[in-house]
C-alpha cells in the first residue's frame, strides 16, 4: 500500500509563502497522477493541484492558478506545492494523494484512490 509523508504545513500571514512537500513509498508506485486536494471547516473538499507523471500536464483550481506551482523529483518520489501569496481563505488541510487515470475518468477534481494523512496550512493575521 502507498504512504505518504507529507510536510510543511504551518501558520502564515495573508501574503506569505509556503511549501507543502509529500514523499511517496510502498505499492503500487504506478500511479497516473499525484497532486493535493484540501479540506477547510464546513466547506466541501477542493481539489487543488494534480500532475500528470507521463506528461507533465498540470490542473490547478481557479482558486490558487497563478499563486500555487506543483513539481515533482522523480528520484525522490517526492511531489511539492509551492504556495505564494496565500490568503486567509487558503486555511485548510491539504491531503496528498494519487490518481490512476486520467482527470476525465473522475468526476471531480477531488476523486483519488490514495491519500496521505494531511497537513495543516493556517492563514492569519
Known amino acids: 500500500q502507498l504512504q505518504f509523508d507529507e510536510s510543511g504545513g504551518g501558520l502564515v500571514q495573508p501574503g506569505e509563502s509556503l511549501t507543502l512537500s509529500c514523499a511517496v513509498s510502498?505499492?503500487?508506485?504506478?500511479?497516473?497522477?499525484i497532486g493535493w486536494f484540501r479540506q477547510a471547516p464546513g466547506k466541501e473538499r477542493e481539489g487543488v493541484s494534480w500532475?500528470?507523471?507521463?506528461?507533465?500536464?498540470?490542473y490547478y483550481s481557479e482558486s490558487v492558478k497563478g499563486r500555487f506551482t506543483i513539481s515533482r523529483d522523480h528520484a525522490k518520489n517526492t511531489v511539492y506545492l509551492q504556495m505564494n501569496d496565500l490568503k486567509p481563505e487558503d486555511t485548510a488541510v491539504y491531503f496528498c494523494?494519487?490518481?490512476?487515470?486520467?482527470?476525465?475518468?473522475?468526476?471531480?477534481?477531488?476523486?483519488?484512490?490514495?491519500r496521505g494523512r494531511g497537513t495543516q496550512v493556517t492563514v492569519s493575521s
Open positions: 500532475l500528470s507523471i507521463d506528461d507533465g500536464v498540470t
Open positions: 494523494a494519487t490518481r490512476r487515470a486520467p482527470r476525465h475518468y473522475y468526476k471531480d477534481d477531488v476523486t483519488h484512490e490514495h
Open positions: 510502498g505499492f503500487p508506485m504506478d500511479y497516473y497522477a
